[in-house]
């Protein structure tokens, strides 16, 4: 090595040692503090509107002010001396009211909801007629609505982003920052640093549907841009027989009819991850423990000239969507599959009965909810002969928004009821919202094994008397006689074991059973998502749809693989039982999906204006974050703009001074001529 080089070779050595080694942070991102943002309010749009918020591209910023009353609220929007604001908020004043006033107001940038000490009455953002221009007309009367505290929050289109916070951590750490720079002196609190909040939620879909979709298919020689995909994901099935006989299974069965037993499997809020445990988790627990008791108790070696599907609906809380796919596919003869070459066709006419499973909270009475001209007395006796304890009551010609709206419009003589836990209007005061949890279901994990007797009062046992008023029921439906064996009730252990798993944790026993991967001790969201990310939850659904209503085909090996290959059957090694998980079986299960995508989006040329579809998208969006930071006092941003501007320009006068005297600063220097000697 030259020598002359080693100090520059080791001086290069150390600047790159640096820059590997140290984590550089740009000045201003040294000005914020990150707190939590799980849950933020995003924009969704129909064929009309657009809904929901969103924040400026940069992020919306104001200054904090922590209110505990209407007072505090009231106190910035007529006499805020410091703009824009971002008011922190209990969910109770979260009211339409309050939030058109903020919305009028140019005092506000954002919103940040917390929870506040005690929970609410009632919050629920949904409308008072859900799903009004996909339900049947009449169902929902002005004297006599289904949802009586909504307040439709959820369909306003909202110009200013708005958070819900659950950290208590968060909303302690933004009140003491309150409390610490602006809680006194607010008449001069332009005069000083103030606590401020940014919001950054910007969406990037606006208008509607139709001009978001063909904004996003417009072809461009740049990257593409997309602005919104439409919400959808899949629903499951299975049936509890066979669709198909033979030596080698693939015979179709076309000769029996079909009885639906549905629930749907999507909850949706204002605000991202909803739990949504009065509905949809009651109804959804209600099926998956119908559909295992039932199995257990019908003989599997007899022709019966009906069978049970099993549906799970997911996106009916935007104008039925899941329903809405499934019975296009129903008409035009593509279900369970397109291909006719195993599987049976099945179609809207093989129905004879429709049984809906809703929101089913711990309640003295279960109602069946049906219209008159229906021919369904026979069966509703059927319920009543199998309630056991339970008080049941019947409402005739009422009809709550329920995925069976979708089945009447196409078939109005369905035998069809929806059974649900109110008569009237919803006993839920938390629907379609983020309080609607396991707090307020009043649930409570018993962790049972399989010899455990509960003789609580709780939301366990009460589902637990549906399944089995259900169950027997339809054992009686297709058998033709009552159920006389051991298995007197529906699987408690299983029940509460699914509550635990969509309420509390994912990587529950039963998720365990169906599938040997290890999930996070979260629940999972129940919102429905777009089609391009397909949602976890409906897979695990599915599976343990599949579990309950498989046939076991020996012992779990690597050969238990779909042979013969069948849009329907399935094979699955699943563990024995909840008490048995490491002991595996290879189970044969009639389970698929169907696409939950509204035909709308698959129509060519759907007229958008016609509104017999959904229509909902989501708009894509990029970071969602909350950040504190001191945002300098009016004076101080005044005099770093004179400073700045002051420092511009008189680096435009140097340089101008610099450049026109350049022949002189910069004259080259003549070279000295050596004297000659004569």
Not at 248 to 271: C, H, K, Q, W
Not at 288 to 307: G, Q, R, S
Not at 442 to 461: A, P
Not at 478 to 494: M, N, R, W
Request: hydrophobic content about 35%; overall charge neutral; proline content about 5%.
């Amino acid at each position: 090595m030259d020598f002359t080089l080693k100090p520059v070779f080791l001086l290069t050595i150390v600047l790159l040692y640096v820059a590997i080694n140290v984590n550089a942070v740009r000045t201003k991102d040294k000005m914020y503090e990150n707190i939590d943002a799980s849950k933020a309010c995003f924009r969704r749009l129909n064929a009309t509107h657009q809904i929901g918020c969103t924040s400026k591209r940069g992020g919306s910023t104001g200054v904090i002010h922590y209110c505990r009353s209407q007072s505090d609220l009231d106190f910035i929007l007529k006499n805020g001396t410091a703009p824009p604001y971002v008011p922190v908020i209990p969910t109770n004043l979260f009211t339409t009211s309050n939030v058109n006033r903020l919305k009028q107001s140019s005092k506000i940038s954002g919103v940040l909801l917390y929870a506040g000490d005690e929970n609410p009455d009632y919050f629920t953002h949904e409308q008072q007629c859900p799903n009004p221009e996909s339900s049947l007309k009449g169902t929902c009367k002005a004297s006599n609505v289904w949802n009586p505290h909504g307040t439709g929050l959820l369909y306003q289109d909202i110009p200013f982003p708005v958070f819900f916070v659950e950290s208590e951590e968060t909303i302690k750490f933004a009140k003491e920052c309150f409390d610490k720079y602006n809680n006194h002196s607010f008449s001069t609190q332009r005069d000083r640093s103030l606590c401020s909040l940014q919001l950054t939620s910007f969406m990037y879909a606006a208008t509607n549907s139709s001009t978001c979709i063909r904004r996003s298919n417009m072809i461009t020689n740049l990257n593409p841009v997309k602005f919104c995909d439409p919400l959808g994901d899949n629903n499951a099935w299975a049936s509890l027989f066979p669709l198909v006989r033979g030596p080698n299974l693939t015979e179709p069965i076309r000769d029996v009819g079909y009885i639906v037993v549905a629930a749907r499997m999507d909850a949706t809020s204002m605000f991202d991850k909803t739990e949504g445990a009065i509905s949809p988790v009651t109804g959804l627990v209600a099926l998956l423990a119908t559909a295992k008791y039932l199995k257990t108790i019908l003989p599997t070696d007899e022709n019966f000239t009906k069978n049970v599907l099993f549906v799970v609906f997911n996106g009916e809380t935007y104008d039925y969507i899941g329903s809405q796919r499934f019975v296009y596919e129903l008409l035009k003869g593509n279900f369970p599959t397109k291909s006719k070459e195993f599987l049976p066709e099945i179609r809207m006419d093989d129905i004879d009965l429709f049984i809906e499973l809703s929101q089913l909270n711990k309640t003295e009475t279960v109602v069946a909810h049906y219209l008159s001209g229906t021919k369904l007395k026979d069966f509703l006796l059927k319920l009543r002969t199998n309630k056991g304890d339970l008080s049941f009551d019947e409402a005739e010609d009422s009809l709550p928004p329920a995925s069976v709206h979708t089945f009447l419009k196409n078939r109005t003589n369905l035998p069809s009821l929806v059974l649900a836990d109110h008569r009237g209007p919803f006993l839920n005061p938390f629907y379609n919202s983020v309080y609607d949890n396991a707090s307020n279901l009043h649930y409570k994990y018993l962790n049972l094994t399989k010899d455990d007797i509960s003789q609580s009062d709780n939301i366990q046992t009460h589902v637990q008397k549906v399944a089995t008023m259900l169950a027997k029921s339809l054992y009686l439906e297709i058998t033709a006689k009552s159920y006389q064996g051991p298995e007197d009730v529906a699987d408690l252990q299983f029940i509460d074991e699914l509550f635990h798993c969509y309420l509390e944790n994912a990587n529950c026993r039963v998720h365990q059973a169906i599938q040997k991967l290890e999930l996070n001790t979260q629940p999972i969201s129940l919102y429905i998502g777009v089609e391009v990310a397909p949602n976890f939850i409906t897979t695990l659904i599915g599976l343990t749809l599949g579990w309950v209503t498989g046939d076991v085909t020996g012992p779990g090996n690597r050969n238990c693989t779909n042979e013969p290959k069948n849009y329907a059957l399935r094979y699955y090694n699943m563990s024995r039982s909840l008490d048995d998980l490491n002991t595996t079986m290879c189970y044969r299960i009639t389970m698929n999906f169907t696409e939950a995508v509204s035909p709308a989006f698959i129509i060519d040329g759907y007229d958008w204006s016609s509104g017999q579809y959904s229509t909902w998208t989501e708009s894509i969006w990029g970071d969602i974050k909350l950040r504190v930071f001191l945002k300098p006092s009016a004076a101080h941003e005044n005099m770093t703009i004179a400073v700045g501007s002051m420092v511009f320009i008189l680096a435009l006068l140097l340089v101008y001074f610099v450049k026109s005297r350049a022949h002189i600063l910069f004259a080259p220097q003549l070279p000295t001529l050596a004297p000659t000697s004569c």
